[in-house]
């Protein structure tokens, strides 16, 4: 989902460590944590422990883990490789059950990723999209108007048991899919603008976690947005 982060910048800008913030220390970081995530990821995979049960708790603590560092982005340097290992075994049942129904999807949707990832920091870069007030809000209500989706979709399937499998294959699921995954990459912006914002305004060194952290938020959304667009796609074959 979309990360709060840029909101939490003006409170960050009051509070200094003495060194401060790089794009350099950003990227290690960033990359240190997509390593954990990996780890944890193939770790739970290989010992058995990817089932529905670790995926439910491992949701729930990351989920609790997400929400304490976006209310305290000085506890980013702790809490992020935690986040990072709890996420790992989160992604692994999915990506077990992905792999064993359409193999090598896994490889795909990780290269995928990597490159709307890349190709957004490229054109973030680049000035061809300007992350402005406008974007942000944009990009803000399309993130509630989602989670209402999500909570009525959970409501009327759990409590009336309505049934919206159509939204799950076929054209409509590619289109519903790409969508989401549009709304994914648009938060990858926000976060750029985030770091860019965090660097350039001499944030202390401390907050580069917090900028990994958000960063790896919105990767990992990508990811399962990838992922199951293409399960839709190879679904259909």
Same mark, same amino acid.
């Given at each position: 989902?979309?990360?709060?982060?840029?909101?939490?910048?003006?409170?960050?800008?009051?509070?200094?460590?003495?060194?401060?913030? =790089?794009? =350099?220390?950003?990227?290690?970081?960033?990359?240190?944590?997509?390593?954990?995530?990996?780890? =944890?990821l193939g770790a739970t995979?290989?010992?058995?422990?990817?089932?529905?049960?670790?995926?439910?708790?491992?949701?729930?603590?990351?989920?609790?883990?997400?929400?304490?560092?976006? +209310?305290?982005?000085?506890?980013?340097?702790?809490?992020?490789?935690?986040?990072?290992?709890?996420?790992?075994?989160?992604?692994?049942?999915?990506?077990?059950?992905?792999? +064993?129904?359409?193999?090598?999807?896994?490889?795909? +949707?990780?290269?995928?990723?990597?490159?709307?990832?890349?190709?957004?920091?490229?054109?973030?870069?680049?000035?061809?999209?300007?992350?402005?007030?406008?974007?942000?809000?944009?990009?803000?209500?399309?993130?509630?108007?989602?989670?209402?989706?999500?909570?009525?979709?959970?409501?009327?399937?759990?409590?009336?048991?309505?049934?919206?499998?159509?939204?799950?294959?076929?054209?409509?699921?590619?289109?519903?899919?790409?969508?989401?995954?549009?709304?994914?990459?648009?938060?990858?912006?926000?976060?750029?603008?985030?770091?860019?914002?965090?660097?350039?305004?001499?944030?202390?060194?401390?907050?580069?976690?917090?900028?990994?952290? =958000?960063?790896?938020?919105?990767?990992?959304?990508?990811?399962?947005?990838?992922?199951?667009?293409?399960?839709?796609?190879?679904?259909?074959?």
């Amino acid at each position: 989902m979309e990360n709060p982060g840029l909101s939490k910048l003006d409170e960050l800008s009051r509070e200094y460590s003495g060194e401060v913030a =790089s794009y =350099s220390g950003i990227a290690m970081k960033e990359l240190f944590l997509l390593v954990i995530v990996a780890a =944890s990821l193939g770790a739970t995979w290989y010992f058995g422990y990817a089932t529905t049960i670790t995926t439910m708790v491992t949701g729930i603590m990351g989920l609790i883990a997400c929400i304490a560092i976006t +209310a305290k982005p000085a506890w980013a340097g702790t809490l992020s490789p935690l986040y990072a290992i709890l996420e790992g075994m989160f992604l692994a049942c999915i990506t077990v059950v992905s792999e +064993a129904y359409y193999p090598g999807i896994v490889l795909d +949707a990780v290269l995928m990723t990597m490159g709307i990832a890349f190709a957004a920091a490229f054109v973030y870069s680049r000035g061809i999209i300007k992350v402005d007030s406008r974007f942000m809000s944009a990009v803000s209500v399309m993130m509630v108007g989602l989670l209402f989706c999500y909570l009525g979709r959970l409501v009327l399937e759990f409590f009336f048991g309505v049934s919206f499998s159509f939204l799950d294959h076929g054209i409509i699921g590619v289109i519903v899919s790409v969508a989401i995954l549009l709304l994914a990459t648009a938060c990858l912006f926000m976060d750029y603008e985030q770091i860019r914002a965090t660097v350039q305004g001499g944030l202390s060194k401390e907050y580069e976690w917090f900028c990994a952290f =958000s960063l790896l938020v919105t990767i990992i959304w990508v990811y399962i947005r990838v992922l199951d667009l293409l399960r839709i796609l190879r679904g259909d074959d």
